[in-house]
């Protein structure tokens, strides 16, 4: 299953970007679907996600308030809009596409090649 993310770039602190990813359609309506990112030295972690019917959404604590996860069930998109942006932020961010009944990384089941979000100070 091939998961395609795209949007990552560099930002100053405060800024913003949007990632987006695109998911094979039957992925997309039986997997939960979210981000994910993993920052240098560091191990990867929960971002946001939506339940697997696409009413409920999920964030990590370090990021409620500032990023905002969204869908277009039409094209199968997931969008993480990502606001007021920090240089804790800097990390690889992945799409994935998971059945666990958790948030761990280790439940995930498709991982979508990593785009890179760089905020300077």
């Known amino acids: 299953v091939q998961l395609q993310a795209s949007g990552g770039g560099l930002v100053q602190t405060g800024g913003s970007l949007e990632l987006s990813c695109t998911a094979p359609?039957?992925?997309?309506?039986?997997?939960?679907m979210g981000w994910y990112r993993q920052a240098p030295g560091k191990e990867r972690e929960f971002v946001a996600a939506?339940?697997?019917?696409?009413?409920?959404?999920y964030y990590a604590d370090s990021v409620k308030g500032r990023f905002t996860i969204s869908r277009d069930n039409r094209k199968n998109i997931i969008y993480l809009q990502m606001n007021s942006l920090e240089p804790e932020d800097t990390a690889i961010y992945y799409c994935?596409?998971?059945?666990?009944?958790?948030?761990?990384?280790?439940?995930?089941?498709?991982w979508g090649k990593g785009t890179l979000v760089t905020v300077s100070s």
């Open positions: 994935a596409a998971t059945s666990g009944s958790s948030w761990s990384p280790a439940g995930v089941t498709y």
């Open positions: 939506f339940n697997w019917i696409g009413d409920k959404t």
């Open positions: 359609g039957d992925t997309f309506r039986s997997y939960h």
